[in-house]
């Protein structure tokens, strides 16, 4: 028997497992309770199907077939009248089918569809946001592979202002809770102007800022993500320059710390080589471009990322040895690996000598 290797079990999935892992049932039905935030309607109490349905703006009768569904597979629970949980004897009550007049409870699972849950499994979740692009993107797998390309481009510039919103308000709760860790992995105090490019809405550099309060900062990113950043930072109360515009038509500012974070994986890799080669140009002697992505030292992860990128028709994940040849042909060598309690390694790169 082959021994486990980077989480993953020591046989190779038998039928039933196969099953279990192609089931789009579950998924789905997961997404569509996210979408109508069924878990933020009941967190008040229990609701029959039709109250549910009626707060969540759906059909009484075909919302009761979904949650049956979820509770049979234990993510919500069926409730007496009293709203107190029945375990096994709610379950039967629902098999037998008593349709819009089956109460529901929000149940100990779905605490993590809440919209204020840890994580906010819900918003990625959300199939009319960002989460719900990038989900639907798999459907068109087989072509993708077939033709080596999606038919339509899914990056931030090819989205309505509703989906570039919602791609600004995740990243931005990643960064939210990966920024600090980032901020305290190494002295940025030895930086006197960092520049975040591709940003979003300002997350990381707040994060920066909230620690290292003298710090000159600015914020690169598309002109859509402009006004909701310069109002992030107002909110905070720290001073940032916001340039709107593409990273490939500006000059970018002179700075001894540019920040690419999960930026380079959109690129393929021209494109890539060409915005390590401009912070590689705007750089003040002895100054740092670093890199947060996706680590090539967690299998799973990297390539349910790449297949992600293929998806969506923009870019790749990099291993290291293919960052350090992509940063080597714009100029930059590696000097350091920094990697912080949360979220991605930052590698460090600076101009060769």
Not at 50 to 56: F, Q, Y
Not at 109 to 135: I, K, Q
Not at 304 to 329: I, K, P, Q
Request: hydrophobic share 45%; charged share 20%; with cysteine.
């Amino acid at each position: 028997m082959t021994q486990p290797k980077d989480g993953q079990s020591s046989r190779p999935p038998g039928p039933a497992e196969l099953a279990a892992m192609s089931d789009l049932i579950m998924p789905m039905a997961i997404r569509v309770a996210a979408t109508l935030r069924l878990a933020d309607h009941l967190a008040a109490g229990t609701l029959t199907a039709k109250a549910l349905a009626d707060k969540a703006a759906a059909d009484p009768h075909a919302l009761a077939r979904l949650m049956n569904y979820l509770v049979a597979r234990g993510l919500f629970e069926a409730a007496s009248d009293e709203g107190r949980g029945e375990g096994a004897r709610g379950q039967a009550s629902v098999a037998r089918g008593e349709g819009a007049q089956t109460r529901f409870a929000l149940g100990e699972a779905a605490r993590w569809l809440l919209d204020d849950a840890p994580g906010s499994a819900r918003r990625w979740l959300d199939l009319d946001g960002f989460g719900g692009h990038m989900d639907r993107a798999f459907f068109g797998l087989l072509g993708t592979v077939r033709a080596g390309g999606p038919v339509a481009v899914g990056n931030k510039t090819s989205l309505s202002p509703e989906a570039a919103a919602s791609y600004d308000e995740l990243m931005g709760v990643r960064a939210d809770q990966e920024g600090p860790a980032l901020a305290n992995a190494l002295d940025w105090g030895r930086f006197g102007q960092v520049v975040d490019i591709g940003g979003g809405t300002g997350a990381q550099l707040i994060a920066l800022l909230n620690v290292y309060p003298d710090l000159k900062a600015t914020l690169v990113e598309l002109p859509a993500s402009v006004t909701a950043a310069e109002e992030r930072f107002r909110d905070a109360n720290l001073k940032c320059d916001v340039i709107g515009g593409n990273l490939f038509e500006l000059e970018l500012p002179r700075a001894d710390a540019f920040i690419l974070r999960y930026l380079l994986h959109s690129f393929e890799d021209e494109q890539a080589i060409d915005a390590l080669r401009r912070c590689e140009q705007a750089l003040v002697p002895g100054g740092s471009v670093f890199v947060l992505e996706a680590s090539d030292t967690v299998p799973a992860v990297f390539h349910s990322m790449d297949l992600l990128m293929l998806v969506l028709g923009h870019g790749r994940e990099r291993t290291l040895a293919e960052y350090d040849a992509a940063a080597a042909a714009a100029g930059l060598t590696r000097t350091a690996i920094h990697v912080p309690a949360a979220g991605p390694r930052a590698v460090e790169y600076q101009r060769l000598c």
